[in-house]
């Protein structure tokens, strides 16, 4: 009988979901994968909540440390980085920066982001339209681009010209720039790290796994993934009347 991997993913294919699949696929590592089923509501189900008491997707769950459990997508990229020793800086305040990004990532782009998709592409869809937070969201996620911009002038990478779990967590959503209606205009140094990190074959097969969704970037039939997408949510959308 084959081995069983030690890391045990639970995922799907979204932003926060596909960081960790990058961070497995680059460092080549060997991990079984489960895909959570929003449509099924398969992150609310009791077994799954006890992994994941958020109810939201990735989990990972080290099967070779005691079967320890890690939720929230920027914890699985740390603990994965020191696990296998790879994607995080050695040296103290380069590890640090690439914390302040993974974090700026987290609590600022993630958000904001999530929050400008969430509006358009689902609470919209279902007859909730907020013209005033969808252009709070975007002005904002306009201006982290920005800020992102102004960081990679000059760098390869977002901490000293390495590839490392900041950039794995970043991408997936600046990447997204399209599904938000975020504008990327006149930002030349994001625009050279998108090409820089669409050109690593790893992270690019990461983004089709478990299944992909070009949607998020602008390819493909939007208009019939959008109505998809919508429909998994449905769900979510609580009239605000
Ligand atoms: N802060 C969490 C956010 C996780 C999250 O929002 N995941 C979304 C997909 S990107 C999800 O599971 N959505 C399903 C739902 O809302 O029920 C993380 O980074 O892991």
């Known amino acids: 009988m084959s081995k069983q991997a030690d890391i045990h993913l639970y995922t799907a294919s979204t932003m926060n979901g596909w960081k960790p699949v990058i961070f497995l696929e680059e460092a080549g590592v060997d991990y079984d994968l489960t ?3 929003f449509a099924k509501q398969e992150q609310k189900a009791p077994d799954y909540v006890k992994l994941n008491p958020n109810g939201r997707i990735p989990t990972i769950v080290d099967r070779s440390n005691d079967d320890f459990v890690v939720f929230e997508s920027g914890a699985i990229l ?5 696990k ?3 994607f995080l800086p050695k040296e103290q305040k380069a590890k640090s920066e690439t914390l302040q990004w993974l974090m700026f990532q987290m609590g600022g782009v993630g958000p904001m982001m999530g929050q400008a998709m969430y ?3 689902i609470a919209a869809k279902q007859g909730e339209e907020h013209p005033f937070a969808i252009k709070r969201y975007v002005d904002e996620s306009r201006r982290l681009m920005e800020v992102l911009n102004t960081r990679l002038e000059g760098r390869q990478y977002l901490v000293n010209d390495e590839f490392t779990v900041a950039d794995m967590a970043m991408y997936p959503w600046a ?6 209606n975020v504008s990327v205009d006149g930002l030349p140094h994001l625009q ?3 090409d820089r990190i669409d050109a690593r074959p790893a992270t690019q097969k990461a983004l089709e796994i478990p299944k992909p969704f070009w949607a998020f970037f ?4 939007v208009e019939a993934f959008e109505r998809e997408n919508a429909a998994r949510f449905k769900a979510d959308v609580k009239p605000s009347k």
């Open 84 to 86: 296998y020793g790879v």
């Open 175 to 180: 990447r997204a720039y399209y599904w938000a």
């Open 35 to 37: 895909y959570i089923d």
């Open 119 to 121: 509006f358009q592409r």
């Open 192 to 194: 050279a790290w998108f």
């Open 78 to 82: 740390w603990y994965l980085a020191e």
């Open 218 to 221: 602008g390819k493909g039939d």
